[in-house]
């Protein structure tokens, strides 16, 4: 066990290489997982703050090349032949936190969190282009406490549909002329966050906050089921949702999880551990990560393998002494410890 060993947090990833790359939630840190030998590396970090929080929300490749979103981070990266590049883009977008996103063909379509805006990013001019969408006309309160679109989207026959966390709504997307329309989904809940789809039933929505879920058709119709007590009124519990056969399951990031069977919702049942994040990676294969950081990967036979992203004491006193920076003015307690400090001054 290397000294002080401690789990790396993270809040997104993508298969790359041989492996996979993740993203660090608690500060400026590239972590790669090599599939074949279970060893993690660290790439040296795009230019940003050291200590930032949650900078990055998507992590993509495309053709090759290592992509990083921002959340809160202040620009897109792009990571080839070994080192990183601020991409500049056509449009300003400094300031834009995304977490959902979808891939077409050369393009990624981007949706932001704290503003409803939604763009379309060109790998091959980097250009970047806002789609026709009014989101000023939501609520701004709403959009402050609750944010605009999370992680989730389902695509049914080409169309994407994503839901909105601020507003009882679900937007339609069509990639082939980008067009947008606005579903409304009324509901005694506010919002919505995991959307999943069923030929025979519809779709089934996950509730921002609020106390009862919703299938919606495609025809309009809107039917509300109640929750389990676990859930109280006014919280945020649930980020997405999936499929596994005949039942739903809405993974919550901070309590217990909800499944249910799509048949009958009667027949349904919560259970832990809770999910921060999933991902589905772009080769088929799923990363489940818990609050905690543990991590687990299954391929496509359903097969479960567990990702151990750990990091020594030295080793995280190494990373900050290598690429914190001389000029950066740390804040004890706020961006390190003084045991920290002194760890650097020890192993650096």
């Known amino acids: 066990m290397k000294e002080y060993e401690n789990v790396i947090k993270t809040n997104n990833c993508q298969c790359w290489k041989d492996g996979i790359v993740f993203v660090s939630s608690e500060m400026n840190m590239v972590i790669r997982y090599n599939t074949e030998s279970s060893e993690i590396s660290f790439i040296p970090p795009p230019g940003e703050n050291m200590f930032g929080k949650g900078l990055y929300g998507i992590v993509d490749v495309y053709d090759s090349q290592l992509y990083l979103f921002p959340f809160a981070a202040n620009n897109i990266w792009k990571y080839d032949n070994n080192k990183w590049e601020c991409v500049r883009t056509d ?32 790998y091959r001019s980097n250009t970047m282009t806002k789609l026709k969408f009014n989101g000023d006309q939501l609520d701004t309160e709403a959009k402050r406490t609750m944010g605009c679109f999370g992680v989730d989207h389902e695509t049914v026959d080409g169309i994407v549909y994503y839901p909105l966390m601020c507003d009882n709504k679900v937007i339609s997307l069509n990639p082939d002329n980008d067009e947008i329309r606005v579903l409304d989904v009324p509901s005694r809940s506010s919002g919505y966050t995991g959307i999943v789809y069923d030929k025979r039933t519809g779709f089934w929505l996950a509730p921002r906050m609020g106390r009862y879920y919703v299938n919606y058709t495609l025809d309009g119709d809107v039917t509300e089921y109640e929750l389990p007590g676990d859930y109280c009124r006014n919280e945020f519990y649930f980020g997405e949702a999936h499929r596994k056969g005949e039942e739903v399951v809405f993974y919550s990031f901070c309590a217990r999880n909800f499944a249910f069977n799509i048949s009958n919702n009667e027949l349904n049942r919560t259970f832990l551990p809770s999910i921060l994040y999933k991902k589905t990676m772009s080769d088929g294969r799923d990363v489940y990560t818990e609050p905690n950081g543990e991590v687990l990967l299954f391929d496509m036979m359903g097969n479960e393998r567990p990702i151990h992203l750990n990091m020594g004491r030295k080793e995280k ?8 920076g001389k000029e950066f003015i740390l804040t004890e307690n706020k961006d390190i410890t003084l045991d920290e400090y002194i760890d650097m001054l020890k192993y650096g």
Do not use: M, P, T
Not at 95 to 122: C, P, Q, T, V
Not at 317 to 324: I, P, V
């Open 91 to 122: 449009l300003d977008i400094k300031g834009a936190k995304f977490l959902g996103s979808f891939r077409r063909d050369h393009s990624i379509y981007l949706f932001g969190y704290s503003e409803a805006r939604i763009y379309k990013f060109d």
């Open 317 to 324: 006193a190494c990373y900050l002494s290598d690429y914190l």
